[in-house]
């Protein structure tokens, strides 16, 4: 079975009513999608990983990951897209590297998106399109802001990707921009 966006977006509102969590999807979904199109892969693909990467979390945190393949089998998913998912907690919940382009790009810029995110919304317009790559440095240097956000992962995935990381960080922006407006990033709200 080859999934769509519906049955992946289905699947994830089985198992997530967080708003947020909602949210860090989509901008995931966005970033997956535009990789995929910059490195002429399978967008669509791409895009589905990206949307249902954290599946189990709101529900099972303490088995993140391990819960999203069994859940995924259940449901006949292809292998190769239950890995890509499970790899992006590589080091931290799971054992399995990111290997493969796509799950690098997971790796990488599945943390990013938070920290994006969070330093648009302490902007006072709140509009990612006004965002710049200086602005996120600066923020990255100060580890007490989005101190959740686990810098050494993006740091090893930019590596992977054998990326420079402010090149990494502004091809998160630029992907992210496309969704700005469901993610209230659009400056529309300030």
């Known amino acids: 079975m080859k999934p769509t966006r519906e049955d992946a977006l289905a699947i994830f509102r089985d198992y997530n009513q ?23 892969e399978d967008p669509e693909k791409w895009s589905i990983i990206g949307l249902v990467h954290d599946l189990d979390y709101e529900q099972y945190p303490d088995q993140h990951c391990t819960m999203t393949r069994k ?32 799950e690098k790009v997971l790796y990488a810029t599945d943390e990013l998106t938070g920290l994006i995110t969070t330093s648009v919304l302490v902007r006072p317009d709140k509009n990612l399109h006004e965002l710049k ?12 802001f989005a101190a959740g956000v686990d810098r050494n992962i993006i740091l090893k995935g930019a590596e992977m990707l054998e990326m420079e990381l402010r090149d990494l960080i502004e091809e998160t922006i630029e992907a992210m921009k496309k969704v700005a407006p469901q993610l209230g990033l659009d400056g529309a709200s300030s």
Request: with cysteine; hydrophobic share 35%; net charge positive.
């Open 133 to 144: 790559v200086k602005s996120v440095m600066k923020k990255w240097k100060d580890k007490k």
């Open 71 to 102: 859940i995924l089998e259940e449901h006949q998913w292809p292998e190769e897209y239950i890995r890509a998912i499970v790899s992006h907690g590589w080091g931290i919940c799971s054992d399995t590297k990111p290997e493969h382009i796509m």
């Open 18 to 40: 967080s708003e947020s969590l909602y949210k860090h999807a989509i901008s995931v979904e966005a970033v997956m999608d535009h990789f995929a199109r910059k490195m002429n």
